[in-house]
């Protein structure tokens, strides 16, 4: 199947899966958003601090009090979304739309899941290769770049995140695909999400069990005023130690 220019193939999965190519007309015009290059940029332009935005964001609507917490939620939340599509697309187009961070434009005050849009669909392969080459090293590894250098979140966290991310994207597309009787998409999507967690960057992150995931580091959510452990944390319960020792 060929890309479309509107991702229509996306539409049925919803939520973090959706990608707008096109304005939407009750919301903010695309252009006054800061691109994803922008956001992951070192030294940000004055005014348009799309990182801080969303750190803050974040922090306000769950009450952290720790910015790295907010930051670590955060990440992980933007890293679905860009698993999520990307993973959809090579499993239901057989190519990827080509996700270059200064193309992407992204609202940073939207509420999960994060809002972003695509100002031009331009293929690409559909492999793996790509998919890490797209996800992992033009988005997730400039992110937790800066994200380690700003709120001193660990790298073994924010890699944790990815996996964590990854594994939820294709648990979610397998379980509409089989529901909706796409074996073909269930099964590209197994071997696709198989490859990417034997890359490097991703291998030691967690251990998998069919589209189960248990991750060995902690995103720090049980931090959070109530929040408890994640379903796919390293702990069973909350520890009551710090958890830098652990999250790195």
């Given amino acids: ?11 049925p999965l919803g939520g973090f899966f959706v990608l707008r190519t096109r304005a939407d007309p009750a919301g903010p015009a695309p ?15 004055a005014g348009r601090d799309a ?23 955060g990440q992980q939340g933007l890293a679905a979304r860009l ?18 961070p200064r193309l992407l434009r992204w ?4 509420t999960a ?15 793996a290769a790509t998919l890490a080459d797209t996800v992992l090293y033009g988005h997730l590894e400039p992110l937790g770049a800066a994200l380690r250098a700003r709120y001193g979140v660990a790298a073994g966290l924010l890699r944790g995140n990815a996996g964590s991310a990854l594994a939820g994207a294709a648990r979610e597309l397998d379980r509409w695909a089989r529901a ?9 999507a197994r071997a696709l999400t198989d490859d990417l967690f ?11 069990t069919a589209t189960a995931f248990r991750r060995r580091s902690c995103c720090l959510y049980y931090r959070v005023p109530g929040g408890g452990v994640c379903g796919d944390c390293c702990f069973t319960r909350p520890p009551r130690s710090s958890p830098r020792a652990v999250s790195g």
Avoid at 34 to 44: D, F, G, K, N, Q
Avoid at 51 to 73: C, M, Q
Avoid at 114 to 127: A, E, F, I, K, S
């Fill in 51 to 73: 990182l801080a935005v969303r750190v803050a964001t974040v922090a306000g609507r769950l009450g952290a009090a720790e910015p790295r917490v907010a930051a670590s939620i």
């Fill in 113 to 127: 899941p994060d809002d972003l849009w695509l100002t031009g669909v331009r293929p690409l392969p559909g492999d």
């Fill in 180 to 188: 909706s009787g796409r074996t073909d998409v269930a099964e590209r």
């Fill in 83 to 100: 698993w999520s599509v990307a993973l959809a697309c090579a499993a239901l187009y057989g190519r990827l739309p080509g996700l270059d």
């Fill in 1 to 11: 199947m060929d890309l479309d220019a509107d991702l229509a193939a996306l539409r």
């Fill in 31 to 45: 252009g006054d958003l800061a691109t994803l290059a922008e956001t992951y940029a070192a030294a940000p332009e």
């Fill in 198 to 208: 034997a890359h490097p960057l991703l291998r030691g992150t967690g251990i998998r």
């Fill in 107 to 110: 609202d940073p005050t939207a």
